[in-house]
């Protein structure tokens, strides 16, 4: 099962962006999807993280209220819904998928989409 983000873009500080990670050659429904950022010279970052069953966690304080993870199995989606975005925000944003029960954990993902930019400006 390939991931790929989708739905970045260009947002004023303030705005709203919702990205999705959808699923090729599979059932997204099947796996835990978590949701990483890579910002220009910084190391990549793991915003949170949606379970099979769909439960969500967010894992940084600066996201948290802001940030929020959802799935539609449906759909064969992730979403990322972020909200009152920051300049700070401006980073690719992958998605990646795990069936380790350590799900709520960066270290947990192995298998990574293509990324999609975020970008936001002041």
């Known amino acids: 099962v390939q991931l790929q983000a989708s739905g970045g873009g260009l947002a004023q500080a303030g705005e709203s962006l919702r990205l999705s990670c959808g699923a090729a050659?599979?059932?997204?429904?099947?796996?835990?999807v978590g949701w990483f950022r890579q910002a220009p010279g910084k190391e990549r970052e793991f915003v949170g993280a949606v379970s099979r069953s769909g439960v969500s966690i967010i894992s940084s304080d600066s996201m948290k209220g802001r940030f929020t993870i959802s799935r539609s199995n449906a759909k064969n989606t992730v979403y990322l819904q972020m909200n009152s975005l920051k300049p700070e925000d401006t980073a690719v944003y992958y998605c990646?998928?795990?069936?380790?029960?350590?799900?709520?954990?960066?270290?947990?993902?192995?298998?990574w989409g293509q990324g999609t930019q975020v970008t936001v400006s002041s």
């Open positions: 050659g599979g059932a997204v429904g099947n796996y835990h």
């Open positions: 990646a998928r795990t069936v380790r029960t350590d799900w709520n954990r960066g270290m947990a993902y192995e298998h």
